[in-house]
């Protein structure tokens, strides 16, 4: 049984043309009726291009009807070469092979004309039809295809951690209960005790990287902070990964550059099907733009810096231009730094080695009051990927989390790892909305994911 | 940056031998000393197979501390082929090559012997390094990777619906609440309106198959089950998927059916590595009758019979061999009647067009009272897919609900699609534990997941 073509397989077809296409289907973008000829731009969402069709025009043909929205069944096309133009071939089908299967209202609101993204935004059930939206939805399709080659490449095992935890990895504490609807009522509880949903996965990713040496997941997390800013997502995707038998941050520092760096290669080897027709107007970046950035992280090495050093460079630029927050040792870096840090050297940038008190209790402690932990800070967008070396001596986490007055009975499963044959090992984590949308020049997260959740408030739908 | 050679890596240079490798790390799987020389089975969980080596002794050798479970760093080793065995290479390493750098306890519970599965979950931490249950995790990232290509490869677009709603897709009603839990205390709610954990994604999809033409997405789903089974867990993958412009049930099930065979043809290519080395005593299948299963599954075309022609066929069984439930026309089939079904077939078999009143309220009506659906059944298992054409017609899908009763104003974001330019369309689900066990010849969909999540209540970890 196989489908009939998408739009997307007859680009694949140039370099070898059938001499017909049967059972072609997709929604009319734009038309354009002449005396004796129709041109219609058909698009089915496979592909960033619509595909062109030519019509000759018959007495009392019902191509009148058609509008941009409607959904069409072209029966037979005949494939016809035009070097000449842009598109290098057409299709050309007769009236009577054109029927149109879904009408649209003449209130049908995605016109052949510019729509800001606050408008396409307000249609929430219409707005992946549109170039841009549409693009981003097919790009984070090919980046997640893309991190998943890359893994299997590298002899990692993709896992399930579960969703629903009892524990709270991160200590941030803006956490989603979770109880079964009827057991509200009663106070019972459906697991027992009180569960929520995960902030991170990483410390059931550790027990099976003990297991598997490799392992990775993309997976939802949850946060329910009470930020509403183009940055946050109270559910967002999140791409983790664990491996043992490294013990050097810099070196888990360079493999996530290799991993970011085979996704951004396979991003720019298909950017014709990628990347959208246009851009909307506002804070998104054109397509010449993002294309040259990408060519470029690819042909340089992304620079490492200390947390230290980090905070000497900052403390300089602060003499020449203050930044709101004064940076010092010790505190965490602002989004602010951030930004200014990677922009100045226009290229990503890892941040090694902070200070132990602005980070987890599960990161390898250095000889001085530094963890071996990453970030890695990109221009426009600050951090994208957080990672570490984990700790893995059983008497050094034991008292560190003491240390922190944190309960060690309630995670005594985790770190008992330690003794069960344990090894150096460390990982990351990767928002997959941000990154989406840095690679793809947008400016708002939200758009990165088809219906978002975030502390505005409202599920419409 | 690369990262060292994997086991699995080794077994692929077979053909094509190293003088020697360099940096391979894993567990120790079982160890023998002999006088003159010891031999390790190590494995590092790339792959089913342990690797073979061989360390001439000295006077004085640390290997009499090696053990069962310790983790391994080997610095060098050299590739020695033994092509009379059944490993047909060794690797041959000097003691002092050969660091032992993660201890276990003498109560390390994993030993070289047979370890029932009941035993083996009972070790939450440390099961996953079981042969069976490590397999089990990698031959569900394989199965996984080889969903993810197949739909690559017919132009479909992944994508992440939400996890969080405020619908109840199903209707089913045993429904997860969410909520913030600083809000819990104030009755506020986060998102303004009680929000759940989402129990299926079709609504979602359906919107976007309308974009995109063809979508799929692996997303966790919830069900707040009382039902305490080995079928039955709380939180589970859902592989779902909707295409437009397909409009006949037969075909969206032979659709299925190529996508399934693509999977187990990989799965079949892929054996060696996927399967364990040996399986456990109770209720699971012999290596050889997994793999003969396969191979017979691809070898002949998958029955499509009617609700009705199978409930005449049911009934004829039942006046032979009297079912606990007697099957009668407009009742659901039960577990027992469609395990019976398949395995008469010795074959998956779909089931079309079921009476409307056993489903639900979205699928296409066909002229008498059935809809057009599909569930696939197979052998041992029962259902593992069901599906449906859409009700792509307005006043039909409108009526249909309130022939139900339903509150049709909160579901107008749906059916609303209906009139913008619609198309025919259809689509499924899979769940992802139960295809993953059934495939693997397991018994116990909790064995599928790293973690279990059901209504046994405990979450441990």
Redesign the interface.
Known sequence: ????P?V??LFKLISNPPLCVNNL????KSVRLLKKVAFIDLQ???TSKPIKLVIPREANDCLKQLRT???L?IKKANWKQTPSREQSFELEALPQSVRI?????DT?PLQKKYHSLSFLRSL???K??SNYL?AL??F??HV??SF?SFF?S??F???????????DCEGA????????????ASKEL????P???TVSTQ??LE??A?????CWTL??S?R?EESDTNRHL??F?MLEAE????DDVR?LS??T??MLKYVIRSCLQNKDSLLPAMVPQENTESLDNIAQRWEAMLLKEWPILSYTETIKLLQERHKKVAFKFPPSWGNALQTEHEKWLADSYNSPVFVVDYPRECKAFYMKQNNDDTVACFDLLVPQMGEIIGGSIRE?DYERILQEMERRKMNTKDLE??T??R??????HGGFGLGLERFVSWMFGSQNVRDA???H?S?D?????
Not at 243 to 246: A, M, S, W
Not at 457 to 461: A, K
């Open positions: 049984m196989s489908l009939p998408t997307k397989s289907h997709g929604w009319v089915d969402g496979t929205g409607q959904s069944h299967i879904g009408d649209v209202p049908y929430p059930t219409l992946h039809r549409g939805l097919r984070r399709s997640e295809n998943a299997e590298q002899d095992t993709k896992v399930s951690p579960p969703i629903l935890t009892s524990s504490g803006e956490l989603f209960r979770v109880e079964s609807n009827s057991k509200i459906y697991f027992g005790k569960t929520y949903l410390l059931h027990i099976m003990m297991a598997l040496s490799r997976s939802p949850f329910a109270a559910e995707w491996l043992c038998f490294i070196k360079k493999f550059e290799s893995d499963w985790y008992s790892l003794k069960q044959g344990s090894a150096p994911i088809p219906f959740r502390a408030g409202v599920i419409d739908l």
